[in-house]
């Protein structure tokens, strides 16, 4: 110890929450990552529904801006089938983000 009362942080894996994770890709456009909830022995955990994550990049003169959104799917193949639909949105949604922090900057903007 170091002489002082502070704790260390105590670091530990959730067994209540695991997941197993694959990875699926066209290795072209993104991937499509599910998160299948497994117990703390590995195996299926049916209790729990599985999470689909879409990745991508937004290529942009400043260089690539990777890109990760929820897909609300109960299977791959709907996951497929909303991935782009779902991938649009988020970007619009960035976007508009972008825009509206900008506007809050140029707004902060004192001029003599």
Known sequence: MNGTDE???????????????????DLK???????TPVTPDGNR?????????????LVTPQGPIPI???IPAKT?????????????LTIKNMIERAK????????RIITP
């Open 7 to 25: 704790k260390e942080p105590e670091i530990r894996i959730d067994e209540d929450n695991l997941y197993h994770e694959e990875t699926f890709t």
């Open 29 to 35: 456009v993104g991937w499509i990552r599910r998160l």
């Open 45 to 57: 955990d049916k209790k729990r529904e599985s999470h689909f994550i879409g990745q991508s990049q």
């Open 68 to 70: 990760q959104c929820q």
């Open 76 to 88: 791959l193949p709907e996951a497929i089938k909303k991935f782009p639909e779902v991938m649009a």
């Open 100 to 107: 509206e922090m900008q506007r809050e900057s140029t707004s």
